[in-house]
């Protein structure tokens, strides 16, 4: 499967971004999903997953509240609305479908086999 995502960009603190990870090849409903984010010199953080269904997501606590993960099967594509941005959300964005035995996802990137390329996210002050 090849992941592309999309609607990184340029906000000030408070605002708003949807970021869009557009699945090709295998159907995305075929995989759990996760959004990971990564400034440069830091290891990548969790940021939110969801299940192949979308009956079930995890956000990381840094983002509850702010941030919500949903997808549409039927357009291939997982969704990270983020809403009241901080600086500290400054980040290149990258999602990724998990392994097929991490059917609900995880916070933890070995668990995905497929990852695309980030999207940049720089929240101003």
């Known amino acids: 499967v090849q992941l592309q995502a999309s609607g990184g960009g340029l906000v000030q603190a408070g605002g708003s971004l949807r970021l869009s990870c557009a699945a090709s090849?295998?159907?995305?409903?075929?995989?759990?999903m996760g959004w990971f984010r990564q400034v440069p010199g830091k290891e990548r953080e969790f940021v939110a997953a969801?299940?192949?269904?979308?009956?079930?997501?995890g956000l990381a606590d840094s983002v509850k509240g702010r941030f919500t993960i949903s997808r549409d099967n039927a357009k291939n594509t997982v969704y990270l609305q983020m809403n009241s941005l901080k600086p500290e959300d400054t980040a290149v964005y990258s999602c990724?479908?998990?392994?097929?035995?991490?059917?609900?996802?995880?916070?933890?990137?070995?668990?995905?086999?497929?990852w695309g390329q980030g999207t940049l996210v720089t929240v101003s002050s």
């Open positions: 969801i299940s192949k269904s979308g009956g079930s997501v």
């Open positions: 090849g295998r159907t995305s409903s075929t995989y759990a």
């Open positions: 990724a479908a998990a392994g097929v035995y991490y059917s609900s996802g995880s916070s933890s990137p070995i668990a995905y086999d497929y």
